[in-house]
């Protein structure tokens, strides 16, 4: 089976409070864990990220399987000057199973769907193999290497660059 096959199918939402709410319970394995949300109850007190009405709904949306609904994962699709930085999620339990490439993918198309003049780009721990593997396989190449602060402290970071193959019509 190619991977235009093995490809689940999305479909984008916005995010709601319930999407929120599930967001904040998953959790992740180490070394992963440096990507689990705060409680919800907090996020929404500290107005933090998604937890912030106007961020919500003006830069994240929510990824749910097309036949069942299910919440997959979520972006943040992140205004910059002629660029969408993407910033993403996908469930704990769908991680490492071959979905993210398609997943990856998804986002970006509907990045470059809203905002067509765009460089879409992301950022990504260079620790983070399996993302690095997934963010390559979706068409993302690595442009930039950096440090930069996190909660966890300084970590170095790749910038990767959306350049999907031309299609020959």
């Known amino acids: 089976m190619d991977d235009e096959e093995a490809s689940p199918s999305f479909h984008i939402v916005p995010m709601n409070i319930r999407h929120c709410q599930d967001i904040c319970t998953w959790t992740y394995e180490p070394p992963y864990d440096i990507y689990q949300w705060s409680s919800w109850a907090q996020m929404e007190e500290t107005a933090e990220e998604f937890g912030d009405r106007e961020i919500r709904e003006t830069q994240y949306v929510s990824v749910l399987d097309r036949e069942g609904g299910l919440l997959i994962g979520y972006a943040q699709l992140f205004p910059l000057l002629g660029v969408t930085r993407i910033g993403l999620g996908m469930r704990p339990e769908l991680c490492g199973h071959g979905m993210g490439p398609a997943f990856v993918r998804f986002i970006a198309e509907e990045a470059r769907r809203r905002q067509p003049k765009d460089e879409i780009d ?41 350049e999907p193959p031309v299609s020959r019509t």
Do not use: H, I, Q
């Open 122 to 162: 992301l950022e990504v721990l260079t620790w983070n193999v399996r993302a690095l593997k997934a963010y390559t396989k979706a068409g993302f190449v690595v442009t930039d290497s950096y440090e930069r602060p996190t909660p966890k402290g300084p970590m170095k970071f790749y910038c990767m660059v959306y």
